[in-house]
């Protein structure tokens, strides 16, 4: 059986960012799990603004990041929280996806979300944002109950790990249920 495809995305364009950081902790669990984590980053799919009435014609940048999520079998999201919500570049690249890849026919995407903030609220809201955008855009099934990191920008240590272990355990167990239901849709080889 070939390994699963999950894709990566941080909804922050820098490297050192909370939610950067978790995405690749995120890819660390994946790998660790024999399954194949894309991590990808926002800044290399530049977009214009997505306009309401959805006239505009579909960018490259959005053209290719569809057919990347098309090709995994499913979606890790980080996102900082922006005054209690999703990053105005994180929500207009999941706009462009959700118009790019369309409610599906058969089987809905499995997505895995994680919000980090600078406080608790802030990252639960800002998951809250994200599960109502991914579940409504892209009629998707959510994976693992998320994952609100508080303080975020004091939660990984020197090597990028989680430092507080109970955070590090509910990561940990986020991948595990991610690869499980992402197995379950690769094919036999």
């Known amino acids: 059986m070939a390994p699963p495809r999950i894709l ?5 364009t820098a490297p050192a960012s909370p939610a950067s950081r978790l995405a690749a902790a995120f890819a660390r669990e994946i790998v660790f799990l024999d399954a194949e984590a894309t991590l990808l980053s926002l800044a290399d799919y530049s977009m214009p603004l997505r306009d309401a009435d959805g006239t505009a014609s579909v ?9 990347m999520l098309r090709a995994h079998s499913a979606v890790f999201i980080a996102t900082p929280s922006l005054f209690g919500g999703m990053p105005a570049l994180l929500c207009n690249a999941l706009e462009w996806l959700a118009a790019v890849h369309g409610r599906p026919k058969n089987g809905a ?9 600078d406080d608790e609220t802030g990252a639960l ?3 809250g944002d994200l599960e109502r955008f991914v579940a409504r855009g892209f009629s998707a099934t959510l994976v693992g109950g998320g994952l609100a990191i508080g303080r975020a920008g004091l939660a990984f240590d020197a090597k990028g790990r989680l430092d507080d272990p109970q955070l590090s355990a509910r990561l940990q167990a986020l991948a595990r249920e ?10 036999d080889s």
Request: aromatic fraction near 6%.
């Open 59 to 67: 960018p490259d940048a959005a053209a290719k990041l569809g057919g």
């Open 178 to 187: 991610t690869v499980f239901a992402a197995r379950r849709l690769v094919p």
């Open 8 to 12: 990566l995305l941080a909804g922050s």
């Open 109 to 117: 995407p499995l997505f895995a979300l994680a919000a980090a903030s």
């Open 125 to 127: 809201s800002a998951l």
